[in-house]
Protein backbone atom coordinates (compact mmCIF):
# COMPACT_ATOMS: atom_id res chain seq x y z
CA UNK A 1 0.00 0.00 0.00
CA UNK A 2 1.27 3.27 -0.79
CA UNK A 3 1.85 5.95 2.22
CA UNK A 4 0.03 8.84 2.59
CA UNK A 5 2.76 10.87 3.09
CA UNK A 6 4.13 13.54 0.08
CA UNK A 7 6.67 12.77 -2.01
CA UNK A 8 9.48 14.87 -2.99
CA UNK A 9 9.77 16.40 -6.62
CA UNK A 10 12.96 15.01 -7.32
CA UNK A 11 14.63 11.75 -6.38
CA UNK A 12 18.82 11.13 -6.00
CA UNK A 13 21.39 13.43 -4.68
CA UNK A 14 22.01 16.63 -6.27
CA UNK A 15 25.46 16.23 -6.91
CA UNK A 16 24.63 13.01 -9.25
CA UNK A 17 24.24 8.97 -9.09
CA UNK A 18 25.76 7.12 -6.39
CA UNK A 19 26.81 3.60 -6.37
CA UNK A 20 25.01 1.62 -7.48
CA UNK A 21 24.02 3.89 -10.16
CA UNK A 22 24.66 4.30 -12.94
CA UNK A 23 23.12 0.60 -14.18
CA UNK A 24 23.50 -0.33 -17.59
CA UNK A 25 20.74 -2.92 -19.38
CA UNK A 26 20.35 -3.52 -22.76
CA UNK A 27 17.50 -5.77 -24.72
CA UNK A 28 15.59 -5.98 -27.58
CA UNK A 29 12.22 -4.34 -27.30
CA UNK A 30 9.67 -7.70 -26.56
CA UNK A 31 5.94 -7.26 -25.97
CA UNK A 32 4.70 -7.43 -22.62
CA UNK A 33 1.23 -7.56 -20.89
CA UNK A 34 -0.33 -5.08 -23.24
CA UNK A 35 -1.44 -3.13 -20.37
CA UNK A 36 0.39 0.25 -20.82
CA UNK A 37 -1.19 1.71 -23.68
CA UNK A 38 -4.15 0.13 -23.24
CA UNK A 39 -5.47 0.09 -19.98
CA UNK A 40 -3.51 2.91 -18.20
CA UNK A 41 -3.02 5.07 -21.25
CA UNK A 42 0.71 4.87 -20.17
CA UNK A 43 2.54 3.09 -23.46
CA UNK A 44 5.71 0.85 -21.98
CA UNK A 45 8.71 -0.81 -23.80
CA UNK A 46 9.40 -3.96 -22.54
CA UNK A 47 13.34 -5.82 -22.70
CA UNK A 48 13.90 -9.26 -21.16
CA UNK A 49 14.66 -9.04 -17.54
CA UNK A 50 17.51 -11.59 -18.22
CA UNK A 51 19.51 -8.70 -18.25
CA UNK A 52 19.71 -7.89 -14.93
CA UNK A 53 21.43 -11.43 -13.85
CA UNK A 54 23.91 -10.56 -16.84
CA UNK A 55 25.40 -7.69 -14.85
CA UNK A 56 25.05 -9.20 -11.46
CA UNK A 57 21.80 -7.03 -10.38
CA UNK A 58 19.41 -9.85 -10.63
CA UNK A 59 18.68 -8.50 -6.69
CA UNK A 60 18.10 -5.06 -7.35
CA UNK A 61 14.80 -3.81 -5.37
CA UNK A 62 11.86 -3.90 -6.92
CA UNK A 63 10.34 -0.49 -7.66
CA UNK A 64 10.62 3.01 -10.44
CA UNK A 65 13.97 3.98 -11.34
CA UNK A 66 14.38 7.01 -14.02
CA UNK A 67 17.71 7.52 -16.07
CA UNK A 68 18.01 7.51 -20.33
CA UNK A 69 16.93 5.44 -23.37
CA UNK A 70 19.29 5.09 -26.18
CA UNK A 71 16.57 3.43 -28.58
CA UNK A 72 17.68 2.55 -32.08
CA UNK A 73 14.16 4.44 -33.58
CA UNK A 74 13.67 7.81 -34.98
CA UNK A 75 11.34 10.19 -33.43
CA UNK A 76 8.29 8.83 -34.89
CA UNK A 77 8.94 5.43 -33.51
CA UNK A 78 10.74 3.99 -36.76
CA UNK A 79 13.03 1.25 -36.52
CA UNK A 80 16.24 2.13 -37.86
CA UNK A 81 16.97 -1.35 -39.57
CA UNK A 82 20.55 -1.59 -39.51
CA UNK A 83 20.82 -0.57 -35.41
CA UNK A 84 23.88 2.47 -36.45
CA UNK A 85 20.95 5.09 -35.60
CA UNK A 86 18.68 6.34 -32.26
CA UNK A 87 17.63 8.62 -30.35
CA UNK A 88 18.18 9.05 -26.87
CA UNK A 89 15.09 10.14 -24.26
CA UNK A 90 14.37 10.55 -20.42
CA UNK A 91 13.01 7.38 -18.91
CA UNK A 92 11.26 6.11 -15.97
CA UNK A 93 10.93 2.53 -15.48
CA UNK A 94 9.38 -0.24 -13.06
CA UNK A 95 11.47 -3.57 -12.10
CA UNK A 96 9.26 -5.79 -10.66
CA UNK A 97 6.10 -8.00 -10.06
CA UNK A 98 3.30 -5.54 -10.78
CA UNK A 99 1.75 -6.40 -7.11
CA UNK A 100 -1.64 -4.37 -8.42
CA UNK A 101 -1.88 -7.10 -11.21
CA UNK A 102 -0.46 -10.22 -9.08
CA UNK A 103 2.47 -10.95 -11.95
CA UNK A 104 3.97 -14.52 -11.40
CA UNK A 105 7.13 -13.47 -13.27
CA UNK A 106 8.94 -10.01 -12.77
CA UNK A 107 9.07 -7.44 -15.58
CA UNK A 108 11.20 -4.62 -17.02
CA UNK A 109 8.68 -2.11 -18.64
CA UNK A 110 10.23 1.21 -19.72
CA UNK A 111 7.97 4.60 -20.38
CA UNK A 112 9.97 6.48 -22.39
CA UNK A 113 9.49 10.37 -22.22
CA UNK A 114 8.72 11.15 -25.77
CA UNK A 115 4.92 10.78 -27.88
CA UNK A 116 5.63 7.79 -30.83
CA UNK A 117 3.60 7.29 -33.82
CA UNK A 118 4.59 3.67 -33.96
CA UNK A 119 5.57 0.69 -32.23
CA UNK A 120 8.65 -0.73 -32.46
CA UNK A 121 8.91 -4.15 -30.89
CA UNK A 122 12.54 -5.71 -32.13
CA UNK A 123 14.24 -2.24 -31.32
CA UNK A 124 17.20 -2.13 -29.27
CA UNK A 125 17.15 -0.17 -26.13
CA UNK A 126 20.06 0.83 -23.65
CA UNK A 127 19.46 2.10 -20.31
CA UNK A 128 21.10 4.43 -18.52
CA UNK A 129 19.26 3.77 -14.96
CA UNK A 130 20.78 6.71 -12.54
CA UNK A 131 18.33 6.44 -9.43
CA UNK A 132 15.20 5.30 -7.66
CA UNK A 133 12.40 6.85 -7.28
CA UNK A 134 10.05 4.93 -4.94
CA UNK A 135 9.34 0.99 -4.43
CA UNK A 136 6.71 -1.17 -5.88
CA UNK A 137 2.97 -0.62 -4.06
CA UNK A 138 0.12 -2.45 -4.14
CA UNK A 139 -3.08 0.21 -5.22
CA UNK A 140 -7.03 -0.06 -4.23
CA UNK A 141 -7.24 1.01 -7.58
CA UNK A 142 -6.63 0.96 -11.26
CA UNK A 143 -7.02 5.36 -10.47
CA UNK A 144 -4.34 5.69 -7.96
CA UNK A 145 -1.93 3.19 -9.87
CA UNK A 146 -2.41 5.82 -13.21
CA UNK A 147 -2.02 8.89 -10.44
CA UNK A 148 1.47 7.56 -8.72
CA UNK A 149 3.23 6.92 -12.50
CA UNK A 150 1.89 10.13 -13.37
CA UNK A 151 4.03 11.61 -10.45
CA UNK A 152 6.21 9.45 -11.06
CA UNK A 153 7.25 10.73 -14.52
CA UNK A 154 7.16 14.03 -13.07
CA UNK A 155 9.50 13.17 -10.65
CA UNK A 156 11.28 11.75 -13.15
CA UNK A 157 11.52 14.62 -15.59
CA UNK A 158 12.61 16.90 -12.71
CA UNK A 159 15.35 14.70 -11.72
CA UNK A 160 17.15 14.60 -15.28
CA UNK A 161 16.55 18.14 -15.54
CA UNK A 162 19.72 18.50 -12.68
CA UNK A 163 22.93 19.32 -15.07
CA UNK A 164 24.63 16.32 -12.88
CA UNK A 165 22.24 13.99 -14.09
CA UNK A 166 21.66 15.80 -17.60
CA UNK A 167 25.12 15.08 -18.70
CA UNK A 168 24.72 11.48 -19.06
CA UNK A 169 22.33 12.08 -21.87
CA UNK A 170 25.22 12.19 -23.38
CA UNK A 171 26.95 8.88 -23.11
CA UNK A 172 27.88 6.73 -25.99
CA UNK A 173 26.58 3.89 -24.23
CA UNK A 174 23.06 4.67 -24.79
CA UNK A 175 23.59 4.98 -29.19
CA UNK A 176 26.05 2.17 -29.54
CA UNK A 177 23.61 -0.94 -30.97
CA UNK A 178 26.10 -3.29 -32.49
CA UNK A 179 29.37 -4.68 -31.47
CA UNK A 180 30.44 -5.80 -28.51
CA UNK A 181 27.72 -7.00 -25.51
CA UNK A 182 25.38 -6.00 -27.76
CA UNK A 183 23.70 -9.57 -29.16
CA UNK A 184 22.16 -10.40 -25.96
CA UNK A 185 20.90 -8.54 -23.40
CA UNK A 186 23.22 -6.70 -20.60
CA UNK A 187 23.60 -5.19 -17.69
CA UNK A 188 26.66 -3.63 -15.87
Known amino acids: MRPDAARPPTAGPPTGPVPPFPIRLSGPIIKGFGRGSKELGIPTANIPIAGLSVGGHEGVESGVYYGWAGVSVDDEGKVQKDGSEGRVWAMVMSIGWNPFYKNTVRSVEVHILHPFKHDFYGARMNLLILGFIRPEYDY ?49
Open 140 to 188: VSKESLIEDIKLDITVARKSLEREAYARYKGEQYLLEFKGEGHDNEVAS
